[in-house]
């Protein structure tokens, strides 16, 4: 998901660095562990079996790994809804039909993404989800997210927000990214739990 934005505080930044860096010393071995393990843990969770629509995002790189979780939902019969960037940030969404329903997108200087190819849907179809998983970096003990930096997910959480949305907000991270507390804003929204390799934490 979209780096770090001009409007980040730089404690934010710093931390985001030690943890991304963390991530890069990782391999893929270490990734499509992880990822086998995020993904039955996610698929036992009472959210994801009563779901009927999940947004959610295709990792990149040494992210915590969601293809497993995407194929294994659309398996499922979940409509699975997938993010694609737009030129101010915000996040337009289309229909994940498996791996070859997907783009790889370069924006600008940043990473490249995997977005979905078909439909886009408009930047409100994601208030139609059960679940959304929000990418992260950590998660203190608050349920309090540290984010890429791009600003995509605040407006996602917004957008939820004004729709009066209530689905449930997972984050999937690695074992060492749940930590006691990370740098927040007043109008931060607390997930309701952390899927990591070794376990599911709630918030609320």
Request: hydrophobic share 40%.
């Given at each position: 998901?979209?780096h770090?934005?001009?409007a980040d505080?730089p404690?934010?930044?710093t931390?985001?660095r ?8 990782l ?16 698929l036992?969770l ?29 398996a499922?019969?979940v ?11 915000d ?6 039909a ?5 783009a790889?997108v370069?924006h ?8 979905p190819?078909?439909?886009r849907l408009?930047?409100d ?15 203190d ?10 600003g995509?997910?605040?407006?996602v ?17 690695y ?14 929204r ?15």
């Amino acid at each position: 998901m979209p780096h770090s934005g001009p409007a980040d505080e730089p404690d934010k930044r710093t931390l985001r660095r030690e943890f991304l860096t963390a991530r890069n010393r990782l391999t893929a071995d270490d990734v499509r562990v992880s990822a086998d393990a995020l993904a039955r843990r996610a698929l036992g969770l009472p959210e994801m079996a009563g779901a009927h629509a999940v947004a959610a995002y295709v990792s990149v790189g040494a992210e915590p790994g969601t293809r497993a979780l995407l194929d294994a939902l659309r398996a499922r019969g979940v409509r699975v809804l997938l993010p694609a960037l737009l030129p101010d940030n915000d996040l337009d969404w289309g229909e994940y039909a498996g791996e070859n329903s997907l783009a790889r997108v370069r924006h600008g200087g940043r990473m490249d993404l995997y977005e979905p190819a078909g439909e886009r849907l408009g930047p409100d179809a994601v208030t139609e989800a059960d679940v959304v998983l929000l990418p992260g970096v950590a998660v203190d003990g608050r349920g309090l997210r540290l984010g890429r930096g791009g600003g995509s997910y605040d407006r996602v959480l917004a957008r939820l927000e004004r729709a009066g949305a209530r689905p449930a907000l997972l984050v999937l991270l690695y074992d060492g990214e749940v930590v006691a507390h990370v740098p927040a804003l007043p109008h931060d929204r607390p997930v309701d739990a952390v899927v990591t390799p070794s376990g599911v934490r709630r918030f609320r």
